[in-house]
T-cell receptor
Framework: GAVVSQHPSWVICKSGTSVKIECRSL??????MFWYRQFPKQSLMLMAT?????????EQGVEKDKFLINHASLTLSTLTVTSAHPEDSSFYIC??????????FGPGTRLTVT | GNSVTQMEGPVTLSEEAFLTINCTYT??????LFWYVQYPGEGLQLLLK?????DKGSNKGFEATYRKETTSFHLEKGSVQVSDSAVYFC????????????FGKGTKLTVNP
């Protein structure tokens, strides 16, 4: 299957700082990428849909000014958590959608805000 | 709207036991159905899929059949292994609508030796 990578896999940052997470589709072009958040022992919560070259579409309740998403190319999307706070600590997972509508997920990034 | 309901876990089995994880769905149109697996500390991996009624998806000994009449996509495996311990998510996708995956809440499986 197609491969999606995320970097970093784990990051610790101080409250008030910003953190950028990269999501790359390694062997396919993803015109659409998705960003999810997963709380411990819970399902994935879709945060936003990112289309290459256009603004991301955020789900209801997700602050677009706090979670900045950029999809600059067909293989790269980034999520920046601005002015992070401890409540932003979570597991963030991205996925890329292929032309056949299948989604392939990255390994996730664990963010801890101290 | 579209939704997926999975049996609540956790499920604990002994090695070589038979596994069934129930999944039912509600959807407008004709969804594609998926099972994803998440191993501890990792992202999701596509386990199997079915795109139309009566299709059977299979992979690594796991199977699921798309049952339109019962709107179900139950996951089964005849003999589980310790390495199957993970969280399993049922999901659906419909084209032409929001085109987003809709996930069930996940079922945690623990297989003991």
């Amino acid at each position: 299957g197609a491969v999606v990578s995320q970097h970093p896999s784990w990051v610790i940052c101080k409250s008030g700082t910003s953190v950028k997470i990269e999501c790359r589709s390694l062997d396919f072009q993803a015109t659409t990428m998705f960003w999810y958040r997963q709380f411990p022992k819970q399902s994935l919560m879709l945060m936003a849909t990112s289309n290459e070259g256009s603004k991301a579409t955020y789900e209801q309740g997700v602050e677009k000014d706090k979670f900045l998403i950029n999809h600059a190319s067909l293989t790269l999307s980034t999520l920046t958590v601005t002015s992070a706070h401890p409540e932003d600590s979570s597991f963030y997972i991205c996925s890329g959608k292929t032309s056949s509508y299948e989604q392939y997920f990255g390994p996730g990034t664990r963010l801890t805000v101290t | 709207g579209n939704s997926v309901t999975q049996m609540e876990g956790p499920v604990t089995l002994s090695e070589e036991a038979f596994l069934t994880i129930n999944c039912t769905y509600t959807a407008t149109g004709y969804p594609s159905l998926f099972w994803y697996v998440q191993y501890p500390g990792e992202g999701l991996q596509l386990l199997l899929k079915a795109t139309k009624a009566d299709d059977k998806g299979s992979n690594k000994g796991f199977e699921a059949t798309y049952r339109k009449e019962t709107t179900s996509f139950h996951l089964e495996k005849g003999s589980v292994q310790v390495s199957d311990s993970a969280v399993y998510f049922c999901a659906l996708f419909t084209q032409g609508g929001s085109e987003k995956l809709v996930f069930g809440k996940g079922t945690k499986l623990t297989v003991n030796p």
